[in-house]
C-alpha cells in the first residue's frame, strides 16, 4: 500500500520500525507475519488475512458514508468481527466509540448523544437478549444505521450485507482515505465516568497510542508466536490495546473471550495451549478457585498480566506454583493515559510485583503530588499525577472537565493516592475515593485487602468503609473462601489484630461465595456498599 509506506521507517529488525497509525502497523504486520495465526476464533485469519478484511471493512465503511472524523459505536463482546471493525473504522479516519456490553438501552442513547456517534455496530443475540432491541426510537434516530454482527433482524444491517458494500469502494479511493489518516489524528474515544458521574470520552490519537503499547509490550515481554486470551472486553482499554492490538503488534495469536467463567478459561488454556492471560486479580483467583483445577493442563501458561487492583504476593505465589505462569507482572494505569501508567517487569521478584506498580514507562513522568500542589520527595504519599505522550488529548467537547483534570503544567491528576519507594517503584494506597476514616485515622481498603490475602484460608477479599456511630466510619470485609477451607468471622479479625494495626481491622466480615465483578474482573464496590445500605 503506497500511502503507508510512505510514511512506515523500518529497520532490519521487525520490531524496530516508527509507529505512526494503525493502518500502518496492519499494513507491516501482514508483512512480518504472513500466514502466521493472527486470531483464532470459530475461525482461524492469519496476519495476511486479517489486514485484507481490515480493508474490506474499511472500504464498505467508505461505501456506507463514514467520513473522517465521524464517531461510530461498537456494543458487543470479544469476537473476530469486533476488532475487524475496529481497525477497519480507525484505518479510514474514523474514531471508535467502544460501548459495555452491561449497558441498558438508555445507557446507550446517553453514550451516543455525548460521542455523536452515527452509526453502530452491534452483536445480535448475546446474554438471552438481542441487543439491537434496547436501542430507544430516540437512540435510533442519532444513527444513520445499525450493523449487526450476527443474526440481524429486518430493521437492521447484516455484516455480510455490510461488507459487500466494498465492491463499490475502488482500491484508489480507499488507499487515499487510509493515507490521509494522520498520526496525531483520533483513534478513538474510551468514555469513562469517574467521580463525576456522567461519562466523558477520552480521546486518544494514533501514535500515542501505538507507542504506549509498543512500551508496555516491551516491558511485559510479550513475544512472537504468543497465544494471548483476552478476556477484559474489548470495550475496554485493557482489552483493546493489551490484548488485541498487542497480538497484531508483536505477531502473537488473538483468541478473544466470551464471558468470565473460569471453568471454560481453564478449557481454553488446556486445549488452545494459552500462552498469555491478561486480566484483573479476579481472574486468577477464579481460575485458583476451581475445585478442579488439578485436572486442567496449564503447562503452556508463559505470563500473566493483571493490574488495576490489589495484587497480594499469596496470589503471585499461586499463580506461579499452581497454574503454572513462569512471569508475572503488575501494573498501574488509567483510562486517560491509554491504560497506562507505570509496569513491573517479569523478573521482578515476586514482593515487588505484589506490592508495587513498578516503575514509569520511558519517556513519561510520574510524579506524587502533595495537597499543596507541589511535589513531594519519594517516600512521601501523596496524589498520582502523570505528565508525558500517554496522556489523553481531552475529553470530548468538556473543557472544564479536562482543565480540572490537566492541570497548567501538564499533570494529569488522577484521584489515585501512592508514593514511591526507594528502589523507584510505584506503591499505591488506593483510590481517594475508597479511602475511608476511621476515629481520624485513614484506612485505605487496598492496603487492608493486601494484608489479609496473606491467611491460608482467604482466597479472594475485598473491604468498605461503613457508617459507625463513634468512628465515623469502619471496614467491612466481603470474603470468599479457598475451596475446602473454612474460617469463622472472628478468627479473621482475631488474625487481622495480631497482624495489622487495630484501626485498620475490619469490625465485621461477610463471607460470600463469589464476589461481584465488572467485565472487566474488578471487583464493583458500589454493589457491596449497596447491599450493605439495603440490609440497614
Same mark, same amino acid.
Given at each position: ?161 455490510? !461488507? /459487500? @458494500?466494498? =465492491?463499490?469502494? #475502488?482500491? $484508489? ?5 487510509? *493515507?490521509? %489518516? ?110 478442579? !483445577? /488439578? @485436572?486442567? =493442563?496449564?503447562? #503452556?501458561? $508463559? ?5 488495576? *487492583?490489589? %495484587? ?225
Amino acid at each position: 500500500m503506497q500511502g503507508a509506506s510512505k510514511r512506515l521507517k523500518m529497520t532490519r529488525h521487525e520490531t524496530s520500525w516508527t509507529f505512526t497509525t494503525i493502518p500502518d502497523l496492519c499494513e507491516r504486520a501482514a508483512e512480518l507475519y504472513g500466514d502466521a495465526p493472527a486470531i483464532e476464533d470459530g475461525i482461524t485469519l492469519s496476519f495476511k488475512e486479517f489486514n485484507r478484511l481490515r480493508k474490506r471493512v474499511a472500504a464498505a465503511l467508505i461505501a456506507s458514508g463514514v467520513q473522517k472524523g465521524d464517531r461510530v459505536m461498537i456494543w458487543g463482546p470479544n469476537t473476530w468481527k469486533w476488532f475487524a471493525a475496529a481497525m477497519g473504522l480507525v484505518s479510514i479516519g474514523g474514531v471508535l466509540i467502544p460501548c459495555s456490553t452491561r449497558f441498558k438501552g438508555n445507557e446507550v442513547g446517553e453514550l451516543a448523544r455525548r460521542s455523536g456517534a452515527t452509526l453502530m455496530f452491534s452483536t445480535g443475540d448475546f446474554l438471552n437478549q438481542y441487543y439491537p432491541s434496547l436501542l430507544s426510537h430516540e437512540t435510533r434516530s442519532l444513527l444513520r444505521e445499525v450493523i449487526v454482527f450476527d443474526g440481524a433482524r429486518a430493521d437492521e444491517t447484516a455484516w455480510d450485507d455490510f !461488507l /459487500a @458494500r466494498a =465492491d463499490a469502494t #475502488s482500491d $484508489r479511493d480507499l488507499e487515499a482515505r487510509i *493515507a490521509a %489518516v494522520d498520526p496525531d489524528d483520533l483513534c478513538d474515544m474510551l468514555f469513562t465516568s469517574g467521580t463525576t458521574g456522567y461519562p466523558k470520552g477520552v480521546m486518544y490519537g494514533h501514535r500515542q497510542c501505538l507507542r504506549a503499547i509498543d512500551a508496555w509490550a516491551t516491558r511485559v515481554g510479550i513475544t512472537r508466536g504468543d497465544r494471548i486470551l483476552v478476556i477484559p472486553p474489548f470495550f475496554h482499554a485493557f482489552g483493546y490495546r493489551s490484548g488485541a492490538i498487542v497480538s497484531i503488534m508483536r505477531g502473537a495469536t488473538l483468541l478473544p473471550h466470551l464471558t468470565f467463567d473460569p471453568a471454560e478459561i481453564l478449557r481454553r488454556v488446556s486445549d488452545e495451549k494459552i500462552s498469555v492471560i491478561p486480566g484483573p486479580p479476579a481472574i486468577f483467583h477464579g481460575m485458583l478457585q476451581h475445585p478442579e !483445577l /488439578a @485436572r486442567f =493442563d496449564t503447562s #503452556s501458561l $508463559r505470563l500473566g498480566i493483571t493490574g488495576g *487492583a490489589v %495484587v497480594p504476593s499469596t496470589l503471585i505465589r499461586r499463580m506461579r506454583s499452581d497454574l503454572g505462569f513462569a512471569g508475572v507482572v503488575n501494573g498501574y494505569g488509567l483510562t486517560e493515559c491509554g491504560g497506562y501508567g507505570t509496569m513491573c517487569r517479569s523478573d521482578d521478584d515476586d514482593e515487588v510485583i505484589a506490592n508495587t506498580s513498578g516503575k514509569p514507562f520511558p519517556d513519561t513522568e510520574v510524579r506524587i503530588m502533595g495537597a499543596d500542589g507541589t511535589l513531594v520527595a519519594d517516600g512521601e504519599a501523596g496524589e498520582v499525577v502523570i505528565r508525558g505522550y500517554i496522556v489523553m488529548k481531552g475529553y470530548f467537547n468538556d473543557e472544564e472537565s479536562t482543565g480540572n483534570t490537566i492541570d497548567k503544567n501538564g499533570w494529569l491528576h488522577t484521584g489515585d493516592i501512592g508514593y514511591f519507594d526507594t528502589n523507584g517503584n510505584l506503591r499505591i494506597e488506593d483510590r481517594v475515593k475508597d479511602m475511608y476514616i476511621t476515629g481520624g485515622f485513614n484506612c485505605y481498603p487496598a492496603e487492608i485487602e493486601r494484608f489479609m490475602s496473606a491467611h491460608p484460608a482467604i482466597g479472594q477479599i475485598s473491604v468498605i468503609g461503613v457508617a459507625d456511630e463513634r468512628l465515623g466510619e469502619v471496614g467491612k470485609a466481603f470474603v470468599v473462601l479457598r475451596p475446602g477451607a473454612s474460617a469463622t468471622e472472628q478468627e479473621l479479625i482475631d488474625w487481622a489484630r495480631a497482624n495489622i494495626a487495630n484501626f485498620k481491622v475490619p469490625r465485621s466480615i461477610e463471607f460470600r461465595a463469589a464476589l461481584p465483578t465488572s467485565p472487566q474482573g474488578k471487583v464493583l464496590k458500589d454493589e457491596l456498599r449497596k447491599s450493605v445500605a439495603m440490609a440497614s
